[in-house]
Protein backbone atom coordinates (compact mmCIF):
# COMPACT_ATOMS: atom_id res chain seq x y z
CA UNK A 1 0.00 0.00 0.00
CA UNK A 2 2.59 2.28 0.87
CA UNK A 3 5.07 1.25 -2.16
CA UNK A 4 2.00 2.14 -4.46
CA UNK A 5 1.38 5.69 -3.43
CA UNK A 6 5.41 6.17 -3.41
CA UNK A 7 4.98 4.58 -7.41
CA UNK A 8 2.43 7.59 -7.85
CA UNK A 9 4.21 10.23 -6.25
CA UNK A 10 7.52 9.24 -8.61
CA UNK A 11 5.61 8.82 -12.13
CA UNK A 12 4.69 12.56 -12.43
CA UNK A 13 8.78 13.50 -12.06
CA UNK A 14 9.20 11.12 -14.87
CA UNK A 15 6.33 12.02 -17.01
CA UNK A 16 8.03 15.32 -16.31
CA UNK A 17 11.58 14.55 -17.38
CA UNK A 18 10.55 12.74 -20.43
CA UNK A 19 8.84 16.06 -21.56
CA UNK A 20 11.61 18.13 -20.88
CA UNK A 21 13.81 15.69 -23.02
CA UNK A 22 11.27 15.71 -25.62
CA UNK A 23 11.26 19.54 -25.75
CA UNK A 24 15.00 19.77 -25.47
CA UNK A 25 15.15 17.83 -28.77
CA UNK A 26 12.81 19.47 -30.35
CA UNK A 27 14.68 22.69 -29.86
CA UNK A 28 18.10 20.70 -31.12
CA UNK A 29 16.08 19.64 -34.24
CA UNK A 30 14.79 23.41 -34.74
CA UNK A 31 17.69 25.10 -34.35
CA UNK A 32 20.44 22.75 -36.51
CA UNK A 33 21.75 24.99 -39.10
CA UNK A 34 21.66 21.89 -41.10
CA UNK A 35 18.58 20.75 -42.61
CA UNK A 36 16.93 17.03 -40.34
CA UNK A 37 13.99 14.89 -41.72
CA UNK A 38 12.62 12.23 -39.97
CA UNK A 39 10.35 9.47 -41.21
CA UNK A 40 9.05 6.39 -39.71
CA UNK A 41 10.53 2.70 -41.00
CA UNK A 42 7.38 3.16 -43.67
CA UNK A 43 9.13 6.10 -45.26
CA UNK A 44 6.21 8.47 -43.86
CA UNK A 45 7.31 11.79 -42.89
CA UNK A 46 6.91 12.50 -39.34
CA UNK A 47 8.73 15.78 -38.76
CA UNK A 48 11.18 18.36 -40.53
CA UNK A 49 13.11 21.46 -39.14
CA UNK A 50 13.49 25.32 -40.27
CA UNK A 51 16.79 24.49 -42.07
CA UNK A 52 15.36 21.87 -44.41
CA UNK A 53 12.20 23.72 -45.37
CA UNK A 54 15.76 26.58 -46.04
CA UNK A 55 17.91 24.64 -48.28
CA UNK A 56 15.42 22.21 -50.05
CA UNK A 57 12.51 24.99 -50.89
CA UNK A 58 9.82 22.41 -49.72
CA UNK A 59 7.56 23.45 -46.97
CA UNK A 60 6.38 20.88 -44.03
CA UNK A 61 2.70 21.57 -44.63
CA UNK A 62 2.99 20.44 -48.25
CA UNK A 63 5.11 16.88 -47.24
CA UNK A 64 3.82 15.96 -44.02
CA UNK A 65 2.43 12.39 -42.60
CA UNK A 66 3.15 11.49 -46.90
CA UNK A 67 5.08 8.51 -47.62
CA UNK A 68 8.40 9.37 -49.71
CA UNK A 69 7.32 6.76 -52.36
CA UNK A 70 4.53 8.44 -53.21
CA UNK A 71 6.58 11.85 -52.95
CA UNK A 72 9.08 10.64 -55.36
CA UNK A 73 5.98 9.88 -57.69
CA UNK A 74 4.77 13.17 -56.46
CA UNK A 75 8.00 14.79 -58.57
CA UNK A 76 9.40 16.38 -54.98
CA UNK A 77 12.76 14.72 -54.98
CA UNK A 78 14.29 12.61 -58.19
CA UNK A 79 15.62 10.21 -55.62
CA UNK A 80 15.25 9.31 -51.96
CA UNK A 81 17.64 8.47 -49.33
CA UNK A 82 15.03 7.23 -46.88
CA UNK A 83 13.79 4.63 -49.76
CA UNK A 84 17.76 3.55 -49.97
CA UNK A 85 17.89 3.77 -46.09
CA UNK A 86 14.70 1.32 -45.74
CA UNK A 87 15.91 -0.91 -48.28
CA UNK A 88 19.71 -1.55 -47.48
CA UNK A 89 19.45 -1.02 -43.87
CA UNK A 90 22.36 1.41 -42.79
CA UNK A 91 23.44 4.80 -43.20
CA UNK A 92 23.86 6.19 -46.71
CA UNK A 93 25.10 9.03 -48.58
CA UNK A 94 23.91 10.89 -51.35
CA UNK A 95 24.74 14.16 -53.64
CA UNK A 96 21.61 15.77 -54.86
CA UNK A 97 20.55 19.14 -56.28
CA UNK A 98 17.78 21.32 -55.38
CA UNK A 99 15.96 24.34 -56.43
CA UNK A 100 18.07 23.91 -59.78
CA UNK A 101 21.26 24.70 -58.84
CA UNK A 102 21.94 24.35 -54.90
CA UNK A 103 23.89 21.36 -54.39
CA UNK A 104 23.13 19.45 -51.12
CA UNK A 105 24.74 16.08 -49.22
CA UNK A 106 22.05 14.02 -47.57
CA UNK A 107 23.16 11.10 -45.01
CA UNK A 108 20.30 9.08 -43.97
CA UNK A 109 20.67 6.63 -40.54
CA UNK A 110 18.47 3.93 -39.83
CA UNK A 111 17.14 3.54 -36.12
CA UNK A 112 16.07 0.39 -34.97
CA UNK A 113 14.23 -1.08 -31.89
CA UNK A 114 15.34 -3.60 -29.26
CA UNK A 115 13.53 -6.60 -31.36
CA UNK A 116 15.94 -4.49 -34.50
CA UNK A 117 12.88 -3.42 -36.29
CA UNK A 118 13.72 -0.36 -38.37
CA UNK A 119 11.49 2.37 -36.47
CA UNK A 120 12.95 5.47 -37.83
CA UNK A 121 14.75 7.13 -40.66
CA UNK A 122 17.16 10.09 -39.69
CA UNK A 123 18.31 12.37 -42.55
CA UNK A 124 20.71 15.20 -42.41
CA UNK A 125 20.41 17.68 -45.64
CA UNK A 126 23.93 20.03 -45.77
CA UNK A 127 24.04 22.74 -48.07
CA UNK A 128 27.26 22.35 -50.02
CA UNK A 129 26.46 24.31 -52.97
CA UNK A 130 29.17 27.15 -51.74
CA UNK A 131 31.60 23.90 -50.99
CA UNK A 132 31.61 22.60 -54.42
CA UNK A 133 31.96 26.21 -55.86
CA UNK A 134 35.25 26.60 -53.97
CA UNK A 135 36.24 23.17 -55.16
CA UNK A 136 35.44 23.86 -58.78
CA UNK A 137 37.46 27.44 -58.50
CA UNK A 138 40.21 25.34 -56.57
CA UNK A 139 40.64 22.67 -59.61
CA UNK A 140 40.06 25.78 -61.76
CA UNK A 141 43.18 27.61 -60.59
CA UNK A 142 45.79 24.34 -60.36
CA UNK A 143 45.03 23.63 -64.14
CA UNK A 144 45.52 27.47 -64.23
CA UNK A 145 48.55 27.21 -62.52
CA UNK A 146 50.21 24.05 -64.28
CA UNK A 147 48.82 25.33 -67.84
CA UNK A 148 51.39 28.86 -66.70
CA UNK A 149 53.82 26.44 -65.06
CA UNK A 150 54.00 24.80 -68.64
CA UNK A 151 53.99 27.59 -70.73
CA UNK A 152 57.13 29.54 -68.83
CA UNK A 153 59.04 26.48 -68.96
CA UNK A 154 58.48 26.48 -72.71
CA UNK A 155 58.88 30.11 -72.72
CA UNK A 156 62.04 29.52 -70.48
CA UNK A 157 63.36 26.74 -73.22
CA UNK A 158 62.49 28.99 -76.19
CA UNK A 159 64.35 31.49 -74.43
CA UNK A 160 67.49 29.12 -74.41
CA UNK A 161 67.24 28.06 -77.47
CA UNK A 162 67.48 31.32 -78.89
CA UNK A 163 70.23 32.58 -76.79
CA UNK A 164 72.59 29.61 -75.99
CA UNK A 165 71.36 26.50 -77.86
CA UNK A 166 69.82 26.19 -80.66
CA UNK A 167 67.51 23.47 -81.98
CA UNK A 168 63.95 23.17 -82.69
CA UNK A 169 63.45 19.46 -81.61
CA UNK A 170 61.02 18.35 -79.97
CA UNK A 171 63.47 15.61 -78.42
CA UNK A 172 66.29 18.87 -77.42
CA UNK A 173 63.25 21.14 -76.36
CA UNK A 174 62.56 18.34 -73.57
CA UNK A 175 65.89 17.70 -72.64
CA UNK A 176 66.57 21.87 -71.87
CA UNK A 177 63.42 22.05 -70.11
CA UNK A 178 64.82 18.95 -67.76
CA UNK A 179 68.08 20.61 -67.25
CA UNK A 180 66.02 23.88 -66.15
CA UNK A 181 64.25 22.32 -63.66
CA UNK A 182 66.90 20.48 -62.19
CA UNK A 183 69.44 23.53 -62.38
CA UNK A 184 68.29 24.50 -58.88
CA UNK A 185 68.78 21.52 -56.85
CA UNK A 186 71.95 19.77 -56.82
CA UNK A 187 71.68 16.35 -57.57
CA UNK A 188 74.16 14.59 -59.66
CA UNK A 189 73.83 14.30 -63.30
CA UNK A 190 74.81 11.76 -66.07
CA UNK A 191 74.84 13.45 -69.12
CA UNK A 192 75.00 10.96 -71.89
CA UNK A 193 75.24 11.23 -76.07
CA UNK A 194 77.47 10.77 -79.14
CA UNK A 195 80.52 12.84 -79.39
CA UNK A 196 79.59 15.91 -79.99
CA UNK A 197 76.32 16.29 -79.39
CA UNK A 198 76.33 19.20 -76.91
CA UNK A 199 77.05 17.84 -73.47
CA UNK A 200 79.14 20.18 -72.55
CA UNK A 201 76.87 23.02 -73.32
CA UNK A 202 74.15 21.70 -71.52
CA UNK A 203 76.26 21.16 -68.20
CA UNK A 204 77.33 24.49 -68.53
CA UNK A 205 73.41 25.67 -68.96
CA UNK A 206 72.57 23.55 -65.95
CA UNK A 207 75.21 25.11 -63.99
CA UNK A 208 74.31 29.11 -65.31
CA UNK A 209 70.82 28.33 -64.21
CA UNK A 210 71.06 27.09 -61.00
CA UNK A 211 71.92 28.51 -57.39
CA UNK A 212 75.78 27.74 -58.01
CA UNK A 213 75.80 29.89 -61.04
CA UNK A 214 78.60 32.47 -59.20
CA UNK A 215 80.15 29.85 -58.05
CA UNK A 216 83.30 28.15 -60.11
CA UNK A 217 82.34 26.02 -62.78
CA UNK A 218 85.01 23.20 -63.32
CA UNK A 219 85.95 21.04 -66.39
CA UNK A 220 88.26 18.24 -66.54
CA UNK A 221 88.37 16.08 -69.31
CA UNK A 222 89.53 12.42 -67.91
CA UNK A 223 90.19 10.95 -71.41
CA UNK A 224 92.36 13.59 -72.22
CA UNK A 225 94.81 13.51 -68.89
CA UNK A 226 97.34 10.77 -68.35
CA UNK A 227 96.32 8.66 -66.04
CA UNK A 228 99.39 9.38 -63.48
CA UNK A 229 98.47 12.74 -63.62
CA UNK A 230 94.82 12.72 -63.37
CA UNK A 231 94.80 11.68 -59.70
CA UNK A 232 96.50 14.70 -58.48
CA UNK A 233 94.94 16.97 -60.96
CA UNK A 234 91.01 15.77 -59.54
CA UNK A 235 92.75 15.59 -55.98
CA UNK A 236 95.04 17.80 -55.53
CA UNK A 237 98.90 16.70 -54.02
CA UNK A 238 100.65 18.01 -50.85
CA UNK A 239 104.13 19.84 -50.91
CA UNK A 240 106.55 16.93 -52.06
CA UNK A 241 104.35 13.97 -52.64
CA UNK A 242 106.22 13.38 -55.70
CA UNK A 243 109.03 14.15 -58.08
CA UNK A 244 108.27 17.04 -59.67
CA UNK A 245 105.47 18.34 -57.15
CA UNK A 246 105.66 22.38 -56.10
CA UNK A 247 107.01 22.63 -52.70
CA UNK A 248 103.45 24.22 -51.75
CA UNK A 249 101.23 21.43 -52.77
CA UNK A 250 98.72 22.32 -55.29
CA UNK A 251 94.60 22.01 -54.66
CA UNK A 252 92.85 19.28 -57.15
CA UNK A 253 89.93 20.69 -58.69
CA UNK A 254 87.43 19.17 -56.80
CA UNK A 255 88.67 21.60 -54.08
CA UNK A 256 88.30 24.28 -56.73
CA UNK A 257 85.06 23.43 -57.76
CA UNK A 258 83.95 23.45 -54.16
CA UNK A 259 80.04 25.01 -53.89
CA UNK A 260 79.96 24.98 -57.27
CA UNK A 261 79.88 22.53 -60.33
CA UNK A 262 82.73 19.68 -61.47
CA UNK A 263 82.21 18.56 -64.63
CA UNK A 264 83.53 15.03 -65.37
CA UNK A 265 83.89 14.92 -69.39
CA UNK A 266 84.01 11.76 -70.62
CA UNK A 267 83.54 9.88 -67.05
CA UNK A 268 83.91 6.70 -68.90
CA UNK A 269 87.86 7.08 -69.36
CA UNK A 270 88.37 7.25 -65.83
CA UNK A 271 90.79 4.33 -64.38
CA UNK A 272 89.17 2.23 -61.77
CA UNK A 273 91.67 2.99 -59.21
CA UNK A 274 90.20 6.70 -59.19
CA UNK A 275 86.66 5.16 -59.52
CA UNK A 276 86.83 3.84 -56.09
CA UNK A 277 88.30 7.26 -55.07
CA UNK A 278 85.59 9.08 -57.04
CA UNK A 279 82.64 7.73 -55.08
CA UNK A 280 84.25 7.93 -52.20
CA UNK A 281 84.60 12.09 -52.68
CA UNK A 282 80.84 11.56 -53.93
CA UNK A 283 79.80 9.55 -50.86
CA UNK A 284 81.53 11.11 -47.89
CA UNK A 285 81.74 15.08 -49.40
CA UNK A 286 85.89 14.63 -48.12
CA UNK A 287 88.81 14.18 -50.64
CA UNK A 288 92.42 13.70 -49.56
CA UNK A 289 94.78 15.12 -51.20
CA UNK A 290 98.14 13.28 -52.73
CA UNK A 291 100.52 12.32 -50.06
CA UNK A 292 98.45 13.38 -47.38
CA UNK A 293 96.19 12.16 -44.56
CA UNK A 294 93.95 15.14 -43.94
CA UNK A 295 90.41 14.70 -45.29
CA UNK A 296 89.42 18.09 -46.97
CA UNK A 297 85.42 18.43 -47.07
CA UNK A 298 83.97 19.35 -50.26
CA UNK A 299 80.72 20.18 -51.12
CA UNK A 300 80.77 20.28 -55.44
CA UNK A 301 77.84 18.94 -57.60
CA UNK A 302 78.96 16.47 -60.13
CA UNK A 303 78.10 16.80 -63.96
CA UNK A 304 79.15 13.59 -65.63
CA UNK A 305 79.27 13.53 -69.35
CA UNK A 306 80.38 10.15 -71.60
CA UNK A 307 79.84 9.36 -75.12
CA UNK A 308 80.58 5.40 -73.92
CA UNK A 309 77.72 2.65 -73.63
CA UNK A 310 78.15 2.65 -69.44
CA UNK A 311 75.59 0.18 -68.81
CA UNK A 312 78.07 -2.46 -70.95
CA UNK A 313 81.16 -1.35 -69.09
CA UNK A 314 79.41 -2.34 -66.37
CA UNK A 315 79.16 -5.97 -67.67
CA UNK A 316 82.52 -6.01 -68.87
CA UNK A 317 83.85 -4.53 -65.33
CA UNK A 318 85.37 -1.40 -66.62
CA UNK A 319 83.22 0.79 -64.60
CA UNK A 320 81.98 0.75 -60.97
CA UNK A 321 78.27 -0.06 -60.74
CA UNK A 322 77.94 2.05 -57.13
CA UNK A 323 80.11 4.96 -58.82
CA UNK A 324 77.43 4.70 -61.90
CA UNK A 325 74.23 5.09 -59.59
CA UNK A 326 75.63 7.76 -57.64
CA UNK A 327 76.47 9.86 -60.66
CA UNK A 328 73.43 9.33 -62.89
CA UNK A 329 70.65 10.88 -60.45
CA UNK A 330 69.40 12.62 -62.85
CA UNK A 331 70.29 10.96 -66.57
CA UNK A 332 69.99 13.14 -69.41
CA UNK A 333 70.20 11.40 -73.11
CA UNK A 334 71.11 14.41 -75.92
CA UNK A 335 70.30 12.60 -79.40
CA UNK A 336 72.38 12.35 -82.15
CA UNK A 337 72.28 15.08 -84.70
CA UNK A 338 71.00 12.56 -87.43
CA UNK A 339 67.60 11.96 -85.12
CA UNK A 340 67.09 15.65 -85.40
CA UNK A 341 67.77 16.58 -88.91
CA UNK A 342 65.40 19.77 -88.73
CA UNK A 343 68.07 21.31 -86.31
CA UNK A 344 70.83 20.94 -89.38
CA UNK A 345 69.33 23.97 -91.39
CA UNK A 346 69.18 25.82 -88.00
CA UNK A 347 72.68 25.35 -87.07
CA UNK A 348 73.89 26.01 -90.17
CA UNK A 349 72.70 29.71 -89.91
CA UNK A 350 73.80 29.77 -86.47
CA UNK A 351 77.04 28.60 -87.21
CA UNK A 352 77.47 31.12 -90.81
CA UNK A 353 76.20 33.94 -88.48
CA UNK A 354 78.87 32.91 -85.44
CA UNK A 355 81.54 32.92 -88.06
CA UNK A 356 80.64 35.98 -89.95
CA UNK A 357 80.33 38.21 -86.79
CA UNK A 358 84.23 36.11 -86.10
CA UNK A 359 85.80 36.65 -89.14
CA UNK A 360 83.83 40.02 -90.82
CA UNK A 361 82.10 38.13 -93.35
CA UNK A 362 78.87 38.67 -95.25
CA UNK A 363 78.43 35.14 -96.30
CA UNK A 364 75.48 32.93 -97.12
CA UNK A 365 74.58 29.79 -98.21
CA UNK A 366 72.63 28.36 -100.42
CA UNK A 367 69.18 26.13 -100.27
CA UNK A 368 70.86 23.27 -102.66
CA UNK A 369 73.61 23.06 -100.75
CA UNK A 370 71.68 23.72 -96.91
CA UNK A 371 69.77 20.59 -98.66
CA UNK A 372 72.62 18.14 -99.34
CA UNK A 373 74.14 19.00 -95.52
CA UNK A 374 70.60 17.88 -94.45
CA UNK A 375 71.08 14.35 -96.20
CA UNK A 376 74.42 13.68 -94.43
CA UNK A 377 74.40 11.46 -91.39
CA UNK A 378 76.85 13.70 -89.34
CA UNK A 379 78.52 11.10 -86.90
CA UNK A 380 80.60 13.65 -85.41
CA UNK A 381 77.35 15.86 -84.65
CA UNK A 382 77.60 19.44 -83.85
CA UNK A 383 80.67 19.84 -83.40
CA UNK A 384 81.59 18.27 -87.44
CA UNK A 385 78.97 20.42 -89.06
CA UNK A 386 80.37 23.65 -87.06
CA UNK A 387 83.47 22.31 -88.45
CA UNK A 388 82.51 21.69 -91.98
CA UNK A 389 80.82 25.22 -91.99
CA UNK A 390 84.17 27.44 -90.83
CA UNK A 391 85.87 25.27 -93.05
CA UNK A 392 83.32 26.24 -96.18
CA UNK A 393 83.72 30.04 -94.96
CA UNK A 394 87.05 30.17 -94.54
CA UNK A 395 88.01 28.30 -98.16
CA UNK A 396 84.81 30.00 -100.28
CA UNK A 397 86.55 32.70 -102.61
CA UNK A 398 83.42 34.80 -102.84
CA UNK A 399 80.40 35.42 -100.64
CA UNK A 400 78.33 32.52 -101.61
CA UNK A 401 78.72 28.90 -99.74
CA UNK A 402 78.11 26.71 -103.11
CA UNK A 403 78.16 22.81 -103.56
CA UNK A 404 81.94 22.57 -104.23
CA UNK A 405 82.54 24.07 -100.86
CA UNK A 406 81.15 21.02 -99.20
CA UNK A 407 83.62 18.08 -98.51
CA UNK A 408 83.80 14.92 -100.60
CA UNK A 409 83.05 12.84 -97.60
CA UNK A 410 79.62 14.62 -97.93
CA UNK A 411 79.00 14.01 -101.45
CA UNK A 412 80.42 11.17 -102.26
CA UNK A 413 80.13 7.70 -100.71
CA UNK A 414 82.60 6.21 -102.92
CA UNK A 415 85.12 8.66 -102.30
CA UNK A 416 87.96 9.49 -104.62
CA UNK A 417 89.82 12.43 -104.97
CA UNK A 418 89.12 14.64 -107.76
CA UNK A 419 92.33 14.55 -111.02
CA UNK A 420 94.95 16.80 -110.15
CA UNK A 421 94.73 17.31 -106.53
CA UNK A 422 97.89 17.99 -105.03
CA UNK A 423 99.50 14.40 -103.30
CA UNK A 424 99.52 15.99 -99.91
CA UNK A 425 95.44 17.19 -100.27
CA UNK A 426 94.33 14.21 -101.73
CA UNK A 427 96.26 11.69 -98.73
CA UNK A 428 94.68 14.42 -96.52
CA UNK A 429 91.27 13.84 -98.27
CA UNK A 430 91.78 10.22 -97.90
CA UNK A 431 92.38 10.49 -94.33
CA UNK A 432 89.36 12.42 -93.65
CA UNK A 433 87.27 10.40 -95.45
CA UNK A 434 88.60 7.04 -93.77
CA UNK A 435 88.33 8.49 -90.34
CA UNK A 436 84.90 9.21 -91.08
CA UNK A 437 83.73 6.18 -92.84
CA UNK A 438 85.61 3.88 -89.73
CA UNK A 439 84.25 6.62 -87.13
CA UNK A 440 80.28 5.94 -87.93
CA UNK A 441 80.91 2.06 -87.84
CA UNK A 442 82.49 1.80 -84.69
CA UNK A 443 81.59 5.01 -82.63
CA UNK A 444 85.38 4.71 -80.94
CA UNK A 445 88.75 6.10 -81.67
CA UNK A 446 90.45 3.20 -79.90
CA UNK A 447 88.48 1.08 -82.00
CA UNK A 448 89.61 3.10 -85.29
CA UNK A 449 93.31 3.07 -84.43
CA UNK A 450 92.63 -0.74 -84.55
CA UNK A 451 90.83 -0.98 -87.68
CA UNK A 452 93.32 1.35 -89.50
CA UNK A 453 96.24 0.05 -87.57
CA UNK A 454 97.50 3.19 -86.21
CA UNK A 455 97.81 3.76 -82.48
CA UNK A 456 95.49 5.83 -80.38
CA UNK A 457 97.13 8.91 -80.25
CA UNK A 458 97.46 9.57 -83.86
CA UNK A 459 94.61 8.59 -84.66
CA UNK A 460 92.87 11.39 -82.41
CA UNK A 461 95.14 13.94 -83.40
CA UNK A 462 94.58 13.70 -87.10
CA UNK A 463 90.42 13.46 -86.50
CA UNK A 464 91.23 17.06 -84.58
CA UNK A 465 92.97 18.30 -86.99
CA UNK A 466 90.10 17.43 -89.68
CA UNK A 467 87.49 19.49 -87.35
CA UNK A 468 85.87 15.24 -86.35
CA UNK A 469 87.14 15.71 -82.86
CA UNK A 470 87.53 18.52 -80.11
CA UNK A 471 90.51 19.69 -79.66
N1 LIG B 1 72.33 22.93 -79.97
C1 LIG B 1 73.47 23.59 -80.17
N2 LIG B 1 73.44 24.89 -80.52
C2 LIG B 1 74.59 25.56 -80.75
N3 LIG B 1 75.80 25.01 -80.66
C3 LIG B 1 75.89 23.72 -80.32
C4 LIG B 1 74.73 22.94 -80.04
N4 LIG B 1 75.11 21.69 -79.71
C5 LIG B 1 76.45 21.67 -79.77
N5 LIG B 1 76.92 22.88 -80.12
C6 LIG B 1 78.34 23.24 -80.33
O1 LIG B 1 78.97 22.07 -80.84
C7 LIG B 1 80.25 21.89 -80.25
C8 LIG B 1 80.29 20.55 -79.53
O2 LIG B 1 79.46 20.62 -78.36
P1 LIG B 1 79.91 20.01 -76.95
O3 LIG B 1 81.38 20.19 -76.73
O4 LIG B 1 78.99 20.51 -75.92
O5 LIG B 1 79.65 18.48 -77.27
P2 LIG B 1 80.00 17.19 -76.37
O6 LIG B 1 78.86 16.27 -76.52
O7 LIG B 1 80.37 17.64 -74.99
O8 LIG B 1 81.25 16.59 -77.11
P3 LIG B 1 82.31 15.50 -76.53
O9 LIG B 1 81.57 14.25 -76.22
O10 LIG B 1 83.24 15.31 -77.67
O11 LIG B 1 82.94 16.12 -75.32
C9 LIG B 1 80.47 23.09 -79.35
O12 LIG B 1 81.19 24.06 -80.04
C10 LIG B 1 79.07 23.56 -79.04
O13 LIG B 1 79.06 24.95 -78.77
Redesign the pocket.
Known amino acids: MGRGSEDAKQAPSELDSSKELLKELGAIIRSSYDGMFITDGDGVVLRLNDAYERITGIKASEIMGKNMKCLVEAGYFDESVTLHVIEKRTTITINQTVKKDRKILVTGTPLFDEQGKLFRVVTNVRDITELVQLQNQLLKTKAQTLKYKTELSHLRAMHIQNHE???RSPK?ARVIELSMKIADVDSNVLIT?E????????AKLIHKHGKTTARPFIKINCAAIPEQLLESELFGYEGGAFTGAKKEGKPGLFELAHNGTLFL??VGDLPLLLQVKLLRAIQEKEIMRVGSTRSITVNARIIA?T?RDIAKMIQHGTFREDLYYRLMVVPIN?PPLRERKE?VPL?IM?FIEKFNKHFGYNKRILPEVIDKLVEYSWPG???EL?NVIERMMVTAAGEALTADLVPETIWNKNFLPKKGTKLKEAVAQTEAYLLTECYKEYRSWQKVAEVLGIDRTTVFRKAVRYGL??K
Not at 195 to 202: A, V
Open positions: MVTMGSGTGKELIDEAHLDLHNVREEK
